[in-house]
T-cell receptor
Framework: GEDVEQSLFLSVREGDSSVINCTYT??????LYWYKQEPGAGLQLLTY?????DMKQDQRLTVLLNKKDKHLSLRIADTQTGDSAIYFC???????????FGAGTILRVKS | KAGVTQTPRYLIKTRGQQVTLSCSPI?????VSWYQQTPGQGLQFLFE???????NKGNFPGRFSGRQFSNSRSEMNVSTLELGDSALYLC??????????FGPGTRLTVL
């Protein structure tokens, strides 16, 4: 089946690291994604990881994938107030381009 | 390179009417997918078109339909609108698969 779960809310102080967690159910997913949505906007692709990788780093972003536990995390280093947004984890089941999204994690950054 | 564009950005309709939304993908992208975003159901996949053919379809009633033109532009249509169709409709384009880029969305309000 297809299901993606995320914690709903995370609050951090500016300058700290943020870690957003996600679990998924479809073991056949080839890619896993992190998207960011700011108020009134569409989804911005932050990063993605191929299912045969354990880790991917892109500037302040680090993605960790534990395929055995079907657990994905996004770490944002030196979190800034501009990082305040909703973060969505998504998986692609084996067929086509269909994205299955989690409910989103609201990240609040306090200055 | 221009991003994904969607028109109109905002739309107000009444129950029973029909509506057509438009999406222009990034130049060179042949796949266009549509998603519905609501506070209650989150982000849900509607359908995907590739080279003018529907390649995948989500669990939405037949009132929701789409098409893709030879220039990869896509439209989606919702007939006999219901109050529950009020949502942000997002379009995403990709070249082949792994990276999907979203437009700003069309906010549909049904009165």
């Amino acid at each position: 089946g297809e299901d993606v779960e995320q914690s709903l809310f995370l609050s951090v102080r500016e300058g700290d690291s943020s870690v957003i967690n996600c679990t998924y159910t479809d073991s056949s997913s080839t890619y896993l994604y992190w998207y960011k949505q700011e108020p009134g906007a569409g989804l911005q692709l932050l990063t993605y990881i191929f299912s045969n990788m354990d880790m991917k780093q892109d500037q302040r972003l680090t993605v960790l994938l534990n395929k055995k536990d079907k657990h994905l995390s996004l770490r944002i280093a030196d979190t800034q107030t501009g990082d305040s947004a909703i973060y969505f984890c998504a998986e692609t089941p084996e067929y086509g381009n269909k994205l299955v999204f989690g409910a989103g994690t609201i990240l609040r950054v306090k200055s | 390179k221009a991003g994904v564009t969607q028109t109109p950005r905002y739309l107000i309709k009444t129950r029973g009417q029909q509506v057509t939304l438009s999406c222009s993908p990034i130049s060179g992208h042949r796949s266009v997918s549509w998603y519905q975003q609501t506070p209650g159901q989150g982000l849900q996949f509607l359908f995907e078109y590739f080279s003018e053919t529907q390649r995948n379809k989500g669990n939405f009633p037949g009132r929701f339909s789409g098409r893709q033109f030879s220039n990869s532009r896509s439209e989606m249509n919702v007939s006999t609108l219901e109050l529950g169709d009020s949502a942000l409709y997002l379009c995403a384009s990709s070249r082949q698969g792994n990276e999907q880029f979203f437009g700003p969305g069309t906010r549909l309000t049904v009165l």
